[in-house]
């Protein structure tokens, strides 16, 4: 997934919080530059509606792993992501290690996992998944904390833990696209990847969920 931020040295406004990585934080436009002519404003707009048309069509495609080695991989890898809380706080992923993971990779800018969201956070409230301590955990690709912080001040995500990437993500967690979503076992081996939106909410989910639990 390619980081579209493009952070600036002395940038007060859209910075990340002191001592977080270049991931985080956006620029802000320069007030030195024109505004765009009509022409350009008809650009933008046409990309607009391709971007639409792509979004679409995401949606609609879902790439699963057909390969057992691709959608699987190596347990001290699944958890070396540098994330933080949306206050900025960091959040080590090791600490979720022992404990089957379903790691969904999302931006608020993106559809089809905004499509997709309400399903997961019914997941996480699931009372077999609390039973058998899976963690949910949404980590956001936005690059600003801001956004993710005005998603969350609109709407209540339960039991599911969201996050904010610091950093590009690990191979592992390299997609075509996103929302992309991982089932981990307690030992840190991806058993599972699905690229694309789809209802998670489920009870074939919930079951590979909980069976997860006994391969700790």
């Given at each position: 997934m390619a980081d579209h931020t493009h952070p600036e040295p002395n940038t007060p406004a859209g910075?990340?919080?002191?001592?977080?990585?270049g991931f985080l934080g956006r620029s802000t436009p320069d007030p030195t530059l024109p505004p765009p002519s009509e022409g350009a404003?008809?650009?933008?707009?046409?990309l607009l509606m391709a971007l639409a048309v792509l979004v679409v069509g995401f949606f609609l495609y879902r790439e699963i792993a057909v390969d057992a080695g691709e959608a699987t991989g190596g347990s001290a890898a699944s958890f070396d992501w540098k994330?933080?809380?949306?206050?900025?706080?960091?959040?080590?992923?090791?600490?979720?290690?022992?404990?089957?993971?379903?790691?969904?990779?999302?931006?608020?800018?993106?559809?089809?996992?905004?499509m997709e969201?309400?399903?997961?956070?019914?997941?996480a409230d699931r009372p077999e998944l609390k039973e058998a301590d899976v963690a949910v955990l949404l980590v956001s690709t936005d690059g600003d904390l801001q956004p993710v912080q005005q998603f969350l001040s609109r709407t209540p995500t339960g039991n599911?833990?969201?996050?904010?990437?610091?950093?590009?993500?690990?191979?592992?967690?390299?997609?075509?696209?996103?929302?992309?979503?991982?089932?981990?076992?307690?030992?840190?081996?991806?058993?599972?990847?699905?690229?694309?939106?789809?209802?998670?909410?489920?009870?074939?989910?919930?079951?590979?969920?909980?069976?997860?639990a006994d391969r700790g």
């Open positions: 910075s990340p919080p002191s001592g977080l990585p404003s008809m650009g933008v707009r046409a994330v933080v809380a949306p206050d900025g706080t960091p959040v080590n992923l090791e600490d979720y290690k022992g404990r089957p993971v379903l790691l969904n990779v999302w931006a608020t800018w993106c559809g089809p996992c905004m969201m309400p399903s997961l956070i019914a997941l599911a833990e969201v996050l904010v990437a610091a950093e590009m993500p690990p191979k592992v967690f390299s997609t075509t696209g996103i929302p992309a979503t991982f089932l981990i076992s307690p030992d840190g081996t991806i058993v599972r990847r699905e690229v694309g939106a789809m209802d998670w909410n489920t009870p074939e989910v919930v079951e590979e969920l909980v069976g997860l």
